[in-house]
């Protein structure tokens, strides 16, 4: 096996022999019986080998897909004082990758007991570890300001769409969602209180909210900070109409997604400084120098964090019934549905997070 594409090395393999029941885990890991699999950007981006040097596997074949649900069957025998262990055997846990999406997208797999957490009675496996995928929404939505009118592109996408119905927990007072789908995003779950095509309509030129602009961008696909650059070169700049407020009255854009767009290639370490922050660093000194009056506060967010906390903080909400898995499939696991999984990931248009199911759910 080697990068490539998709359908050519990507396999289910049914002869792997199970795990013993002894032997020596990882600092601080647990070994798990994988329910199921929920993918991200990442997967497909280490698949593709743009990222081989930062990101890749040290051997070949190896196992993609990093954020998962399962059952605890064997624990490390230390754990740190830093890191008590609240986990048994036989325990129902969600988690999500550390160091490098890969590892989970199998029958078994070891997890970090430091991202990981329990799994609330009457929430799906299913569900449980596309949660656990969308967890950056947790640090997301502390830049929210009660009161807030709040545009979310990428509404529809498996961050997007569970980030939307935490806005509202969180003070926004007005949320628009743009989307292929906008009448998903009005329906339950996600609850979005306008909905916009982007196929059909153009946000940034709609005269109703550059008359009652929005008070922060949330971009997750990409692009939205060139769009407002564009709209402003059509208009004089004393009087250009923004959908969005300048950083001088608050406006604020905040995205998860690079300057240079969602799909880049890395291979050194100057290659991801000139990818993720000199220009990060640029755009942000510009939107709040030279350009406070007309565009709002740039800001790149990398929301991972390797403490159980986010995880913790998701799994509450969704037993308090405050955020509900938004879901693009599941998958079965077979060599087919594997592929169909990722190159749905690949395309950047499903709706929800793309979960693979590995296992029977029990619970």
């Known amino acids: 096996m080697d990068y490539g594409d998709i359908d050519t090395v990507l396999h289910v393999a049914n002869d792997i022999p199970t795990p013993s029941s002894s032997g020596d885990l990882p600092k601080n890991c647990m070994l798990i019986r994988v329910l199921a699999v929920a993918l991200a950007p990442g997967d497909c981006r280490v698949l593709s080998g743009l990222t081989r040097e930062l990101q890749g596997p040290a051997t070949f074949p190896y196992i993609p897909g990093g954020d998962c649900c399962g059952i605890v069957i064997r624990l490390p025998p230390k754990v740190t004082k830093k890191y008590p262990l609240p986990f048994d055997i036989g325990d129902r846990v969600v988690a999500r990758f550390t160091n490098k999406p890969m590892g989970a997208c199998a029958d078994y797999a070891i997890v970090s007991t430091v991202v990981a957490e329990k799994v609330p009675d009457g929430l799906s496996s299913i569900h449980a ?28 996408g498996g961050v997007g769409a569970h980030f939307c119905q935490l806005l509202r927990a969180n003070g926004a007072s007005y949320v628009v969602g743009v989307s292929r789908n906008p009448q998903r995003l009005l329906d339950h779950p996600i609850l979005c209180d306008d909905a916009i095509d982007y196929t059909t309509t153009d946000i940034f030129a709609l005269t109703k909210y550059q008359m009652d602009p929005f008070d922060t961008i949330f971009d997750f696909a990409g692009g939205g900070y060139k769009r407002l650059e564009e709209e402003c070169s059509r208009s004089s700049k004393d009087k250009a109409l923004m959908i969005v407020k300048p950083a001088a009255l608050g406006g604020r854009f905040i995205t998860t997604v690079p300057p240079h767009g969602p799909i880049y290639e890395i291979h050194s370490i100057w290659a991801a400084l000139r990818i993720f922050l000199f220009p990060t660093l640029w755009k942000t000194i510009k939107s709040q120098v030279w350009t406070r009056n007309i565009f709002p506060k740039y800001s790149f967010v990398m929301a991972l964090r390797d ?52 296992a029977e759910d029990t619970k």
Do not use: N, W
């Open 129 to 156: 570890a596309a949660l656990i995928s969308a967890s950056p929404i947790i640090d997301l939505v502390k830049h929210v300001r009660k009161g807030e009118r709040i545009l979310v592109l990428g509404a529809s």
């Open 307 to 358: 403490e159980r906390a986010p995880a913790t903080k998701v799994m509450e909400y969704a037993a308090s019934g405050q955020l509900s898995a938004v879901v693009d499939g599941p998958f079965p696991f077979t060599t087919e549905g594997v592929r169909k999984a990722f190159r749905l990931q690949e395309s950047r248009h499903a709706h929800g997070k793309v979960v693979i199911s590995v």
